[in-house]
C-alpha cells in the first residue's frame, strides 16, 4: 500500500489552517496580538482552501467532490 500524498497534505493544510484560526480567535477575544491578526487569518484562510483542493485531488475527479 502506497502513501497517499493528498490525503497527508489535506489533514497537514486541514490541522494548520484550524489551528491557526483558533489563534486568531483567542487572540481577538485577550485583546492582544493585533499585528499578526491579519496575517494569520490570511494564513487561515489559504491553508484550509489548499487542504480543500488536496482532498479534490485525491479523489481523482473534482467533480466527485461538489457531488456535480
Given at each position: 500500500?502506497?502513501?497517499?500524498?493528498?490525503?497527508?497534505?489535506?489533514?497537514?493544510?486541514?490541522?494548520?489552517?484550524?489551528?491557526?484560526?483558533?489563534?486568531?480567535?483567542?487572540?481577538?477575544?485577550?485583546?492582544?496580538f493585533e499585528r499578526t491578526r491579519?496575517?494569520?487569518?490570511?494564513?487561515?484562510?489559504?491553508?484550509?482552501?489548499?487542504?480543500?483542493?488536496?482532498?479534490?485531488?485525491?479523489?481523482?475527479?473534482?467533480?466527485?467532490?461538489v457531488n456535480l
Amino acid at each position: 500500500m502506497d502513501i497517499q500524498w493528498p490525503l497527508v497534505f489535506y489533514t497537514l493544510l486541514g490541522g494548520l489552517g484550524v489551528g491557526t484560526f483558533v489563534f486568531v480567535g483567542i487572540s481577538e477575544w485577550l485583546g492582544r496580538f493585533e499585528r499578526t491578526r491579519l496575517l494569520a487569518s490570511i494564513v487561515s484562510l489559504a491553508a484550509i482552501a489548499a487542504g480543500f483542493v488536496a482532498s479534490l485531488l485525491h479523489l481523482g475527479h473534482p467533480e466527485r467532490g461538489v457531488n456535480l
